[in-house]
């Protein structure tokens, strides 16, 4: 997959061949309702012969004009990239968020980034897709612009899933936000299509999980969203390098916890640890780990002893290799 990283200037599109397949989006969770109109998307090129490209924003556009209501991101730029090369895609066009692009009206954003530049034979996008300053573009008017400027719209319906809950959703990072956020990660993973990754490096802990017997690696995470505290059962992957964790090479079976010791430095952020049920893993530190979430086992509680603590995670790691074992989560 080729990368194409550009400001407003677009000098670096004059490289595109002229009809391609384009779907634009922040495409964050790269989640199954992205993922079937990046199918959708991927069978049109097919069809026509043409490239697929992919269009997304770095920074999220809410960073940049209201930072304040910014989501948690659920997939950064390398984990993304990643991600859109299972799906063939020949092109992506990472965008830099600026308030200039963002204040481009519809018309203006498809006149300049569109037409003058890209020149899509196709654009494919879901029912809910925006674009234009204050999102006031929609699929409707995408169509029309389409018909005056010479380029097709394909839209792709919504995809719903019921949860465990009995619930029926539909598929979008926010309904991922909020699941990770209350810890309903087995959920997460029916709508991300994969368990949800957190990346981070290891850095050093008290050493508190290797008197108990129990040694854990702690991560100090990267800017993503970091799920309701508690322990879970998930698997790891060990790597030199934030690329490098985003591709699964090696999955390790371990029990994770989250949540706050009490110290002051923790006030805001929650402690993450990754305890590997395995033997002979090596030193650590200065390693990147990402952390595949496959299901919650507990709250987290307070021991009145550390014996009663140990016997506890005992209990929790043999939780977390019983549920790991079965079929159902093994090939993920």
């Known amino acids: 997959m080729k990368v194409i990283e550009t400001t407003s ?11 391609c397949v384009l779907t634009i989006g922040n495409f964050d969770g790269v989640h199954i309702g992205h993922q079937a109109i990046l199918a959708t998307a991927r069978q049109t090129a097919a069809k026509r012969a043409v490239q697929l490209v992919v269009m997304t924003f770095e920074p999220h556009p809410l960073a940049v004009l209201h930072p304040e209501k910014s989501p948690c ?14 799906f063939e895609v020949d092109c992506l066009l990472v965008v830099k968020s600026t308030c200039q692009l ?25 029912h809910s897709f925006n674009f234009g300053s204050g999102r006031t573009g929609s699929v409707n008017l995408l169509q ?25 959703v539909t598929v979008s990072s926010t309904v991922i936000r909020d699941l990770l956020k209350a810890g309903g990660v087995a959920d997460a993973i029916a709508v991300l299509g994969r368990p949800y990754r957190l990346i981070g490096q290891v850095v050093p802990g008290k050493g508190k999980g290797k008197e108990l017997g129990f040694p854990t690696a702690n991560m ?3 800017g993503q969203l970091i799920p309701a505290e508690g322990v879970y059962a998930g698997f790891v992957e060990i790597g030199d390098s934030f690329e490098d964790v985003c591709i699964t090479k090696r999955r390790l079976p371990a029990a994770f916890s989250i949540g706050r010791s009490g110290t002051p430095r923790c006030e805001n952020s929650p402690l993450i640890e ?5 033997e002979n893993i090596g030193r650590l530190y200065d390693k990147w780990l990402a952390m595949d979430f496959v299901e919650r086992i507990r709250d987290q509680q307070k021991f009145r002893t550390e014996s009663q603590l140990s016997a506890q995670i005992a209990i929790d790691c043999e939780k977390a290799k019983e549920i790991l074992s079965t079929d159902e989560h093994r090939f993920y």
């Open 73 to 86: 991101i659920l997939t950064p730029l390398a984990l993304k990239k990643h991600l859109l090369t299972e």
């Open 102 to 126: 963002l204040a481009l009206s519809a018309p203006d954003f498809v006149q300049r980034f569109l037409v003058a530049n890209i020149q899509p034979g196709v654009v494919v996008e879901g």
């Open 9 to 19: 200037g677009l000098a670096e599109l004059a490289k595109l061949k002229e009809g």
């Open 274 to 278: 990754a305890h590997l049920l395995m």
């Open 220 to 222: 100090q995470p990267s």
């Open 144 to 168: 029309q612009l389409g018909t005056d400027k010479d380029f097709e719209v394909v839209v792709v319906d919504a995809k719903q899933i019921e949860l465990s809950t009995g619930q029926t």
